[in-house]
Structure formats: structure tokens, C-alpha cells
């Protein structure tokens, strides 16, 4: 689904442009509506179309919730609706832009064992298909995530000699989280494994011991990984 936000003056004239675009792409799966940019204040602060001072916004939200929409530069420069709007549906249905998150700003470096990950750097870390990875969506006023902190601390420290396992944690308040995963409570755990393997979420106790377990038993590198488990 495409949506197209503008302010509530002059609403008709963008009615008329979008109508035109929508043409082009009829029965290609795209959906057009047009609104006032206050009835979709969460998808356009997802997608990072707020508080930018152009009359005219756009992006593209499809069934699984993922967003896109085009940079700053693209909207400033936009002399002519139609033709930037159709770019950038083709650009979508081509699979030529980015996925846009909700993200807090990606850490300039990181401190402690335990990784800290973004919406913005999900991808690069969590699904690296090199590695292994554990994230923890946590919340800053969760007790229990306060709870799990040093262990999953003593947890990072105790693998860091395992050069294709990741321990991370990403807020899950602050960063849109990925629709692969399932994210009802705090803390939520998942292991992401390497090779672009399904993740696979953790239900266990919150020890160190046994999270170590999980990551033996699913993991595809570390430790040995598909490997050893198949001569098992």
C-alpha cells in the first residue's frame, strides 16, 4: 500500500496528481490513499516524514508492515509530483529501496561485551549470515530485562572467544521492530542464525547456563555448530 500524506489545505489538487500515478500502476498490487499527515502520525514517524516542513510527503507501507519512503533530498527536490512518485513506486516494486525503521541514532562505538543494536544497523548486525546472533528486545523500564542484565553481560563475556557469536540487545521502544519476530513482552529473546536460518525464539529460564545451552542447540557456526550437532 502506498500512502501519501499532506497537509489538510489543498487536498484535492494532490487528490487529482495521485490519481493520475495510480493509473500507471493499476493491478500491479499497489493502493493509493491520500490523508491529512495527523491521521498517520505513526507510520510517517516510522518512515521519518514528520516535523520535515515539506507540503507533501509519501511512502510506501506493505501487508506485513514494512515501510519505505524517500530521503529528505528527494522531497526538497521534487519538481514535479507525478514523476517523483511514480520513480519511486517503480523503484519499489523492483526492489530497489531500503527498508525504513523506526531508529534511534546507530552508536559511534561500542562499549561492553553485550552489542547494541539499532533499527538502523538491525540488518548489517542481527541478520548477518556469517554469524550467530542473540538479541534481546528489552524495555528501559522493564524489571525483568533490569534483572537480565548481568547475566546477559556474564553471558557476552563468557563467548567472546567465539568469533561467529553476537550477543545483542536492541530497545525495543525506541527501534521498529523486524516482522520475522515476535515481540509480545519484555525481555523477548531470539537466536538469529547464520546462513539466513529462520530465528528461533527462546522460551527458557533467564540463566546463563541455559541460554548458553539454547545457543549450542540452535546456532550454525558457533560452537561448532549444524556441524557438530549432525554427527551427533
Not at 15 to 33: P, R, S
Request: charged share 30%; net charge negative; with cysteine.
Amino acid at each position: 500500500k502506498a500512502v501519501v500524506s499532506t497537509q489538510s489545505t489543498g487536498t484535492k489538487y494532490w487528490q487529482e496528481k495521485t490519481a493520475l500515478v495510480a493509473k500507471k500502476f493499476k493491478g500491479k498490487g499497489i493502493h493509493f490513499v491520500i490523508c491529512d499527515e495527523s491521521k498517520q502520525d505513526t507510520d510517517m514517524r516510522a518512515m521519518r516524514l514528520t516535523d520535515l516542513g515539506q507540503e507533501t510527503v509519501f511512502g510506501i507501507k506493505t501487508a506485513k508492515g514494512t515501510k519505505y519512503s524517500p530521503d529528505i533530498e528527494t522531497l526538497e527536490d521534487m519538481d514535479d509530483f507525478i514523476e517523483t512518485l511514480t520513480e519511486f513506486v517503480e523503484d519499489f516494486l523492483d526492489g530497489k529501496l531500503p527498508v525504513r525503521r523506526k531508529s534511534a541514532p546507530v552508536p559511534k562505538k561500542q562499549s561492553g561485551p553485550v552489542t547494541v543494536v539499532v533499527g538502523d544497523s538491525f540488518a548489517e548486525v542481527v541478520q548477518d549470515t556469517k554469524k550467530d546472533v542473540l538479541i534481546e528486545f528489552y524495555a528501559p523500564w522493564c524489571g525483568h530485562c533490569k534483572a537480565l542484565e548481568p547475566k546477559y553481560a556474564q553471558l557476552a563475556s563468557d563467548v567472546k572467544g567465539e568469533d561467529s557469536l553476537i550477543i545483542a540487545k536492541m530497545d525495543a521502544t525506541a527501534n521498529e521492530v523486524p516482522s520475522d519476530y515476535n515481540v509480545q513482552g519484555f525481555p523477548t529473546i531470539y537466536l538469529s542464525p547464520a546462513n539466513g536460518k529462520a530465528p528461533v525464539e527462546y522460551t527458557g529460564s533467564r540463566e546463563v547456563e541455559d541460554l548458553k545451552k539454547f545457543i549450542k542447540d540452535n546456532a550454525e557456526i558457533a560452537f561448532g555448530g549444524s556441524a557438530v550437532r549432525d554427527e551427533l
